[in-house]
Nanobody, 115 residues
Framework: QVQLVESGGGLVQPGGSLRLSCAAS????????MSWYRRAPGKERELVAG???????GYSNSVKGRFTISRDNAQNTVALQMNNLKPEDTAVYYC?????????WGQGTQVTVSS
């Protein structure tokens, strides 16, 4: 059974940092591309960052230079380090795994950036 469990969300002031983590199980993690998406209130879900099975990364323009995605194949985890957070980063953040032809999603973790 595939499971993706996000953690690390919370309330942070503008300019602060958070580190999200996603623990994966039930599929071949090392062979899967992983990504982080987010959905802000009233907006559609958007891709934030992705990392291939070989470690190549990509970012949306809105987070480039502030967020870093990384993976640990020994621990079956993918992380999103978020620095210099802005109020517009407020959203529910989701971890997604692409395992072969199938996509799997976590339940999401709330990130709120507010003073």
């Amino acid at each position: 059974q595939v499971q993706l469990v996000e953690s690390g969300g919370g309330l942070v002031q503008p300019g602060g940092s958070l580190r999200l983590s996603c623990a994966a199980s039930g599929f071949t993690f090392s062979a899967s591309a992983m990504s982080w998406y987010r959905r802000a209130p009233g907006k559609e879900r958007e891709l934030v960052a992705g990392i291939t099975s070989t470690g190549n990364t990509g970012y949306s323009n809105s987070v480039k230079g502030r967020f870093t995605i990384s993976r640990d194949n020994a621990q079956n985890t993918v992380a999103l380090q978020m620095n210099n957070l802005k109020p517009e980063d407020t959203a529910v953040y989701y971890c997604k795994a692409k395992a072969g032809p199938l996509d799997y999603w976590g339940q999401g973790t709330q990130v709120t950036v507010s003073s």
